[in-house]
């Protein structure tokens, strides 16, 4: 889909962005009014997959859905942010929803609601419910889109099923400054006799999570106490209260995303799909693009010194940092390159955070702003924040520049790097945009 093909929504998601002072303000009550004003769709969709966390979210739900389709179900889903086109945050029954059917369904939620003030994520949910409650489906994967207690899609009431991701530190603004505050938030999602998965937590977040469940009286699953996932040669298995099932390794690199698939099988088997080559079909179809994506056309391809790896991940707090070199470290020992980031990053994140785990990992860190958005620190800040982090970086321009800019080393020629393009999601939707 091209910028021409998205005109009309594009121009409807500007005004809808006028509606509200804030980019962020946690509360219900807008979008519960909006709703009733639309005859509340969130009591119509399919049985709802809730799933709250600070990273994995967006991964674990891939493994789910494809794991559902592979069963026969047709399955929306809704994610945030989008990367390219904001198309992808609403798919109905498995596909994206067209240009056409989200321009009509921006206009009437723009419509109901009234020119009051209400958020963008507000406004976009709602449209994602009423095409949701419009379209026949067998179930619907939800993904939170900041915190969980207070997130717009925690107006379902009774979800068939609630996973709660690995909880860090990010978002603090919004969420509380400790682990425990901002598992505490996550786990609003939960809800009474509704079954829960819990993915690998740190100790206070878990302690948070639980705390929760058992006031609620709610069935909790949790990784490291009700079921555990180990790695073997060519795969990993996973074991739980009633079985025990070896799986491939998951689409998505990382030994992270064993985790991550882990409980998206889980998820599975709670809801009744645990036929053997449902969850391996979950492991081998789940597609997440920014998520360690390989790219291999496109003018960076061509910018880049021949026979360069190019990589590229949105991630951008502590954990993700740490996950993403602990990848890299393991790509490292099996095939050695050169490593060189290409990084760009929001104002709002804990950079030296995110960056200190590639110390010992990256030759060069090329920092640079992310176009268009308010929030991105410059090059320069960037280069400091890496400084911070005992790395070695320089400012540049743009991508293509970093790109030439690597290819000009000494050592390229004899030995093709491996680059990685990170930092944000929105400089990750930057690139697949502007590489085609």
């Known amino acids: 889909m091209t ?4 005109a009309k929504s594009d121009a409807i998601l500007a005004r809808l962005l006028e509606l509200h002072p804030k980019v962020i303000d946690l509360s219900l009550e807008r979008l519960t009014r909006l709703l009733d004003a639309l005859g509340n769709p969130e009591r119509s969709i399919p049985p709802v997959i809730h799933i709250a966390g600070t990273n994995g979210k967006g991964s674990t739900g891939a493994f789910i859905r494809a794991g559902l389709e592979a069963a026969g179900k047709r399955v929306h889903a809704y994610t945030s942010p989008h990367l390219a086109r904001f198309h992808e945050r609403i798919r109905l029954a498995g596909t994206l929803i067209d240009e056409d059917a989200l321009a009509a369904l921006l206009e009437e939620c723009e419509a109901a609601n009234g020119g009051a003030p209400i958020t963008f994520f507000e406004i976009t949910t709602a449209a994602a419910f ?28 009774r979800p068939a099923l609630t996973v709660i991701t690995p909880v860090s530190l990010d978002h ?17 999602i939960l809800k009474p006799d ?5 993915g690998p937590q740190q100790e206070t977040a878990m302690a948070a999570i639980a705390g929760r469940a058992m006031r609620l009286g ?20 996973l074991q739980y209260e009633n079985g025990l099932v070896d799986l491939p390794l998951p689409a998505l690199p990382g030994d992270h995303q064993i985790d991550n698939a882990g409980a998206a099988a889980m998820a599975l088997i709670l809801l009744g799909h ?47 940092g740490e996950a993403l070199a602990r990848l890299l470290a393991d790509m490292e020992e099996r095939d050695p390159k050169p490593l060189h980031m290409i990084c760009g990053m929001l104002n709002t994140k ?6 200190r785990p590639f110390e010992g990992l990256v030759r060069r860190i090329h920092c640079l702003s992310i176009p268009g958005e308010a929030a991105t620190l410059s090059g320069g800040e960037l280069v400091d924040f890496a400084m911070d982090a005992d790395l070695d970086a320089v400012e540049v ?17 004899i030995s093709p790097p491996r680059i990685l393009i990170c930092g944000s999601l929105y400089l990750a939707g930057r690139v697949l945009r502007e590489n085609g």
């Open 3 to 6: 910028a021409s093909d998205s």
């Open 218 to 237: 709610l069935p909790i699953h949790a990784a490291d106490a009700d079921w555990t996932v180990r790695r073997e040669a060519r795969g990993f298995s």
């Open 274 to 320: 645990d036929d053997p080559g449902v969850l391996a079909a979950a492991m081998r179809g789940a597609q997440w693009p920014a998520r360690m994506q390989r790219l291999k056309t496109g003018p960076l391809i061509e910018a880049a010194p021949a026979g360069a790896e190019i990589w590229l991940d949105g991630g951008h707090n502590p954990a993700a």
């Open 194 to 198: 509704v079954p829960a998965v819990v």
């Open 350 to 355: 804990d950079v030296v955070g995110y960056l």
């Open 130 to 157: 009423l095409a949701f409650s419009r379209t026949e489906a067998d179930y619907t994967v939800l993904e939170v889109g900041l915190g969980g207690r207070l997130d717009a899609t925690n107006v379902i009431d």
């Open 397 to 413: 321009d743009d991508a293509i520049e970093a790109m030439r800019m690597i290819g000009g080393e000494e050592d390229a020629a």
């Open 172 to 188: 603090q603004g919004y969420l509380g400054d400790t682990l425990t505050e901002i598992a505490g938030e996550k786990a609003g």
